[in-house]
């Protein structure tokens, strides 16, 4: 759910949703999970808070939460992009 968009300047809430592909091979929603399991199980890095902070105005009614730094495609940290020089090592 999404109050605060660009587009969405009246405040309406706007629900949003994903479906997985029948097909595995095709399915991005499949692909994502297995990217943040392997993140958080096999290489057993810390797992974020899930606990809001409303002292951050710009983040509006759900308020801020860790995890809304992380990277789906990063390098050597979660919260570091990845770029093109870092596929070279």
Not at 11 to 18: I, P
Not at 21 to 50: D, K, M, S, T, Y
Not at 67 to 87: H, L, N, T
Request: aromatic share 16%; net charge negative; charged share 25%.
């Amino acid at each position: 759910m999404a109050d605060n968009a660009k587009h969405n300047q009246t405040g309406r809430v706007d629900e949003n949703g994903a479906i997985r592909h029948r097909r595995v091979e095709h399915c991005p929603v499949n692909g994502f999970a297995l990217n943040i399991f392997a993140h958080f199980h096999i290489l057993r890095q810390e797992v974020p808070g899930f606990a809001p902070d409303f002292d951050d105005p710009k983040y509006g009614e759900y308020g801020y939460r860790e995890w809304y730094d992380y990277c789906v495609f990063y390098a050597k940290d979660i919260k570091s992009e990845m770029s093109y020089d870092s596929m070279l090592f």
